[in-house]
């Protein structure tokens, strides 16, 4: 039996799509105001993608500039696993497309659907098959083109949702760099966010889902931090999925981790689903709010519905 003693990210990519849409631009279709919006989910712009640009076309993206960052070739990367809820087709797969744009030859690849909790879901999978000798180094990518999916008539949702990716690789560590992960699921309330068919748009309950994520996450965060060992005093940044920023609020104050950085990438990039965490923590790294060897919360929540969090430390 071989595997590695533990499993670290190597390296943090993201990608938006260019089309920038702000809450100015949506007041002149719909009814609905700049001061509404940011009041409601505190957004203030989101990215689009052309009708020319695909998931796969975002995936490839944030993945190659995660892969660059990362230092190694795409020949050293043997599986790849793609979280995302918005494909246009489910057959192929998204994970063995992206593979194949990037010369990565013959990887495993697979994609996961948690929705916004997708990619801390496609971390802890990478995370255990690089403990388990299942793979050396792995792509993760989230990756959403949410805007293909929304009805841009429904200021429900189209003040809301928006397009991008982001990816982590993932390999071999001495010591261990991605804390367990905590996940579940609450089945009961799967219809609070919701495609009903290939011909329908994307519906969700706003208040049931507030009301579930500021209510029951917060443990769900406090024990990703127990199992990896680790005060909530100790974090360097907490990175939620980027959903709404009272939710994103709620949650931290009651998580207590009073010395780390808040992610609330969600103003300027909206909410993009599996994308949002990668793409809002690849975007911190870039400002330099957090350093390597920081210690960070990841917490995914969404449509399912989902959630899955850990502890990871910044490469």
């Known amino acids: 039996m071989r595997g590695a003693p533990g499993a670290r990210v190597l390296a943090f990519g993201g990608y ?18 700049d001061a509404w919006i940011q009041s409601r989910v ?33 020949s050293e990367i043997d599986l790849v696993v793609v979280a995302t809820c918005t494909l246009e087709t489910q057959i192929p797969n998204a994970a063995a497309r992206v593979a194949h744009r990037l010369g990565i030859e ?90 009903k068919d290939r011909d329908s748009f994307l519906h969700q309950e706003g208040q049931t889902v507030f009301r579930w994520a500021t209510t029951a996450l917060h443990p769900v965060a406090k024990e990703a931090c127990d199992r990896a060992g680790v005060d909530p005093s100790e974090l360097a940044a907490f990175v939620p999925h980027q959903a709404n920023l009272r939710i994103i609020e709620s949650i931290a104050r009651k998580l207590g981790a009073d010395k780390a950085v808040i992610a609330k990438d969600i103003v300027l990039a909206g909410n ?32 399912g519905l989902t959630y899955a969090g850990q502890v990871v430390e910044i490469p």
């Open 42 to 74: 505190g957004i203030k712009e989101r990215r689009v993608a052309g009708p020319e640009e695909s998931d796969v076309d975002l995936a490839v993206q944030a993945g190659g500039k995660a892969l660059a960052a990362s230092g190694l070739s795409a």
């Open 106 to 195: 013959a990887p495993g690849a697979f994609d996961v659907n948690a929705a916004c909790a997708g990619f801390c879901y496609a971390l802890a999978a990478a995370g255990d098959a690089v403990r388990a000798g299942s793979a050396t180094n792995v792509l993760v990518i989230g990756t959403e083109k949410l805007s293909q999916w929304v009805d841009w008539t429904d200021r429900a949702t189209c003040v809301i949702f928006a397009d991008g990716a982001g990816a982590a690789v993932v390999g071999p560590s001495e010591t261990p760099g991605i804390g367990p992960v905590v996940w579940g699921s609450a089945g009961d309330k799967s219809e609070a966010i919701i495609v």
């Open 16 to 33: 938006q799509p260019a089309g920038v849409v702000t809450n100015d631009d949506l007041a002149k279709t719909i009814d609905t105001n």
């Open 272 to 303: 993009t689903s599996a994308a949002s965490i990668p793409l809002a923590l690849s975007r911190m790294i870039e400002r330099g709010e957090v350093q390597s060897g920081d210690l960070a919360l990841l917490l995914g929540f969404g449509a």
